[in-house]
């Protein structure tokens, strides 16, 4: 499975962005995914994470009620939906799946990463 990370950018503070993940190989679908993020200075941190059906999802306290998860298996994307940003959203975001988990965890332990694409929330 490879990743591909897009449609991050500026954004002013309450401003919203999509982001997506394009991925290749024929077991996208078995893969429950998620989004992780690293702000500069701080460790990578967990986002949001789905299903592989998309029928469960969970997401970190700080985003919670702002963002939204999705997949499309039939396209093989996986998307992040980001409303109300705040300046402390800016980081780097990275999808993610998990080969490993069953199909239906959203506890990811991600063997597969996407290259990043960086979001920046002016204030």
């Known amino acids: 499975v490879q990743l591909q990370a897009f449609g991050g950018g500026l954004v002013q503070a309450g401003g919203s962005l999509r982001l997506s993940c394009a991925a290749s190989?024929?077991?996208?679908?078995?893969?429950?995914m998620g989004w992780f993020r690293q702000a500069p200075g701080k460790e990578r941190e967990f986002v949001a994470a789905?299903?592989?059906?998309?029928?469960?999802?969970r997401y970190a306290d700080s985003v919670k009620g702002r963002f939204t998860i999705s997949r499309d298996n039939a396209k093989n994307t996986l998307y992040l939906q980001m409303n109300s940003l705040k300046p402390e959203d800016t980081a780097v975001y990275y999808c993610?799946?998990?080969?490993?988990?069953?199909?239906?965890?959203?506890?990811?332990?991600?063997?597969?990463w996407g290259q990043g694409t960086l979001v920046t929330v002016s204030s």
């Open positions: 789905i299903s592989w059906s998309g029928g469960t999802t």
């Open positions: 190989g024929r077991t996208f679908n078995n893969y429950p």
């Open positions: 993610a799946a998990d080969p490993r988990s069953p199909k239906s965890s959203t506890t990811l332990n991600p063997g597969y």
